[in-house]
């Protein structure tokens, strides 16, 4: 599919969450497509799928989640649990006037995404997952589980969780740390195997200490590069970091949902190279028990983890497809 696209208007708004507002950008008119992003992102990173989603006749709509951009960023890290980021979603929903919503995520924007449809299918009528598979909740206390990861050295997810300690990593650079960020887990500047993993840092060390240097991936541009930063310079990271400092809140949370699986129609998209999906290849291997409404599930070769930037216009024929198939 071609992605050049009629021009349309993009319209930026705020609507009203429980944490005071919501910023989102809206193109097209149809069904409804929420877009979730993941970290560290923004709406931005729909750029390529709003004009041809609003071109198949849907209305897309990407949001800045809670801590990030133009929305609300609550001072209490409690605030960033996932069911209040579902109900921001459903919030969204209900200001647009429409009473269901395709949701899409990316990265944390695909757990969200996720557990909106487990929680809320209602108002969640199918659900498409980028990068992250669905993995139900069970097992340990995740912080327990990531604890355990990287033997001396430490695991990200880990290193994320006492407030302050990242964004003293970041915030002195935030353009150089989100560009280092970026390619580590671009598949055309990710370091090689045999290098040390991105995703550890080593005792005293940083995670930046093992970012590549030297050029940006090839779906970045010095300009978008530019837009992400001036949002976290304005921001601060603390709102995104959050998301991580809630694992064990969301695993008490969720407890009537161990294991549960997702019915509704549903989507995946993984790279090849990337670890989220080599890590979790068992949640993939489920999907029979998991997602029992999967329309399709693709691995895209030679692929990172920025999937729908990389990869704009296969994610997008994979996207304007499974959307035409789900039940009006």
Same mark, same amino acid.
């Given at each position: 599919?071609?992605?050049?696209?009629?021009?349309?208007?993009?319209?930026?708004?705020?609507?009203?969450?429980?944490?005071?507002?919501?910023?989102?950008?809206?193109?097209?008119?149809?069904?409804?497509?929420?877009?979730?992003? @993941?970290?560290? %992102?923004?709406? #931005?990173?729909?750029?390529? $799928?709003? =004009?041809?989603? +609003?071109? /198949?006749?849907?209305?897309?709509?990407?949001?800045?989640?809670?801590?990030?951009?133009?929305?609300?960023?609550?001072?209490?890290?409690?605030?960033?649990?996932?069911?209040?980021?579902?109900?921001?979603?459903?919030?969204?929903?209900?200001?647009?006037?429409?009473?269901?919503?395709?949701?899409?995520?990316?990265?944390?924007?695909?757990?969200?995404?996720?557990?909106?449809?487990?929680?809320?299918?209602?108002?969640?009528?199918?659900?498409?997952?980028?990068?992250?598979?669905?993995?139900?909740?069970?097992?340990?206390?995740?912080?327990?589980?990531?604890?355990?990861? @990287?033997?001396? %050295?430490?695991? #990200?997810?880990?290193?994320? $969780?006492? =407030?302050?300690? +990242?964004? /003293?990593?970041?915030?002195?650079?935030?353009?150089?740390?989100?560009?280092?960020?970026?390619?580590?887990?671009?598949?055309?500047?990710?370091?090689?195997?045999?290098?040390?993993?991105?995703?550890?840092?080593?005792?005293?060390?940083?995670?930046?200490?093992?970012?590549?240097?030297?050029?940006?991936?090839?779906?970045?541009?010095?300009?978008?590069?530019?837009?992400?930063?001036?949002?976290?310079?304005?921001?601060?990271?603390?709102?995104?970091?959050?998301?991580?400092?809630?694992?064990?809140?969301?695993?008490?949370?969720?407890?009537?949902?161990?294991?549960?699986?997702?019915?509704?129609?549903?989507?995946?998209?993984?790279?090849?190279?990337?670890?989220?999906?080599?890590?979790?290849?068992?949640?993939?291997?489920?999907?029979?028990?998991?997602?029992?409404?999967?329309?399709?599930?693709?691995?895209?070769?030679?692929?990172?983890?920025?999937?729908?930037?990389?990869?704009?216009?296969?994610?997008?024929?994979?996207?304007?497809?499974?959307?035409?198939?789900?039940?009006?």
């Amino acid at each position: 599919m071609s992605q050049s696209v009629p021009a349309m208007a993009v319209t930026h708004r705020l609507v009203s969450s429980s944490a005071g507002r919501v910023h989102l950008v809206e193109q097209g008119s149809g069904p409804l497509v929420l877009l979730v992003h @993941g970290f560290p %992102e923004s709406w #931005y990173s729909w750029r390529h $799928q709003l =004009p041809v989603l +609003a071109a /198949a006749g849907y209305r897309a709509v990407a949001v800045d989640v809670r801590g990030y951009g133009r929305s609300s960023k609550p001072a209490d890290v409690a605030a960033y649990r996932m069911l209040e980021l579902v109900e921001d979603n459903v919030a969204v929903v209900r200001a647009l006037g429409e009473r269901t919503a395709v949701i899409v995520g990316h990265d944390w924007g695909a757990t969200i995404a996720a557990n909106s449809a487990l929680v809320r299918p209602d108002v969640f009528r199918a659900v498409g997952l980028l990068s992250v598979p669905y993995a139900p909740r069970g097992g340990p206390r995740p912080s327990e589980i990531f604890a355990r990861m @990287g033997g001396a %050295e430490e695991f #990200y997810v880990s290193y994320f $969780q006492q =407030p302050g300690r +990242a964004e /003293a990593e970041i915030e002195p650079d935030v353009r150089g740390w989100l560009a280092g960020f970026y390619a580590a887990l671009s598949a055309d500047t990710m370091p090689p195997a045999d290098a040390p993993d991105p995703h550890f840092v080593s005792t005293g060390g940083t995670l930046r200490d093992r970012f590549p240097a030297g050029r940006l991936p090839a779906w970045l541009s010095e300009d978008d590069l530019d837009v992400y930063a001036a949002e976290f310079e304005r921001t601060g990271m603390s709102g995104a970091l959050n998301r991580y400092r809630n694992v064990d809140r969301d695993w008490a949370d969720l407890a009537d949902f161990d294991g549960a699986p997702i019915t509704q129609p549903s989507l995946f998209i993984g790279g090849a190279l990337d670890a989220s999906t080599t890590w979790m290849a068992d949640a993939i291997t489920a999907y029979p028990a998991t997602l029992p409404g999967l329309v399709s599930s693709h691995i895209l070769d030679g692929c990172g983890h920025w999937i729908q930037q990389e990869r704009p216009t296969q994610v997008n024929d994979l996207l304007t497809g499974w959307l035409s198939s789900l039940p009006t």
